[in-house]
């Protein structure tokens, strides 16, 4: 059974790379920032705050767009987890 974030994650992944991607940049590199933020565009494109070409709709205020990226990490407590990996490169709380 596919995960209810499966087919907006991999969006949000695809979107995230394109935006994140630069020359000099490496693949690894390039990983590891994808990792880091496709939970922001994932919230956003759930939150229709941003379209499949990563294009932003709307204008909501940087405090609104907190907001639904918290709402989408209090609701998806497994890419929250991913995040904090990826954020401080291992599980909270760290010994």
């Known amino acids: 059974?596919?995960?209810?974030?499966?087919?907006?994650?991999?969006?949000?992944?695809?979107?995230?790379?394109?935006?994140?991607a630069?020359?000099?940049?490496?693949?690894?590199?390039?990983?590891t920032d994808v990792e880091m933020y496709w939970h922001v565009v994932a919230s956003y494109l759930e939150a229709s705050v941003m379209?499949?070409?990563?294009?932003?709709?709307?204008n909501l205020s940087w405090d609104e767009k907190l907001d639904v990226?918290?709402?989408?990490?209090?609701?998806?407590p497994e890419t929250a987890a991913a995040w904090r990996k990826a954020r401080y490169g291992s599980p909270l709380p760290r010994t």
């Open 69 to 76: 990226t918290a709402d989408w990490l209090r609701r998806h």
């Open 51 to 58: 379209d499949e070409a990563g294009r932003e709709i709307g």
């Open 1 to 20: 059974m596919a995960g209810s974030t499966d087919n907006i994650e991999a969006v949000a992944r695809a979107v995230c790379a394109k935006s994140l």
């Open 22 to 31: 630069h020359d000099g940049k490496s693949d690894e590199q390039l990983a």
